[in-house]
């Protein structure tokens, strides 16, 4: 089992950055799935970005492909987000997520995923 923490949100005016970070509590965080979800108010729940357990396979939602990526450091047993060129519409709470997943595993289904931390927010004023 593993514990999700998010933390590195804030405001930030648009076209501003900022870097999403994910602690993970476990010592097998290397043979984790993990993705990056967001819910803006009155929204479903959405796909942002998601890594292998390798770090080899990335996916990314079409709203932020070229603006984010995502990586991951297993020493650290962290995942980052980094975001750029943020705009009023990518405001909303960001979700880290995991699951035990062979080293290749990347989906984008929120379902797909066991773990969930308690969400960061994210406004982006314009």
């Known amino acids: 089992q593993v514990q999700l923490v998010e933390s590195g949100g804030g405001l930030v005016q648009a076209g501003g950055s900022l870097r999403l970070s994910c602690a993970a509590s476990?010592?097998?965080?290397?043979?984790?799935?993990m993705a990056w979800f967001r819910q803006a108010p009155g929204r479903e729940r959405e796909f942002v970005a998601a890594?292998?357990?390798?770090?080899?396979?990335?996916n990314y939602a079409d709203s932020v492909k070229g603006r984010f990526t995502i990586s991951r450091d297993n020493a650290k047993t962290t995942v980052s987000l980094q975001m750029n060129s943020l705009k009023p519409e990518d405001t909303a709470v960001y979700y880290c997520?995991?699951?035990?997943?062979?080293?290749?595993?990347?989906?984008?289904?929120?379902?797909?995923?066991?773990?969930w931390g308690q969400g960061t927010q994210v406004t982006v004023s314009s």
């Open positions: 476990g010592h097998t965080f290397s043979r984790y799935a």
């Open positions: 890594i292998s357990a390798s770090g080899g396979v990335t």
């Open positions: 997520a995991g699951r035990y997943a062979p080293e290749s595993w990347s989906r984008i289904r929120g379902v797909e995923y066991d773990y």
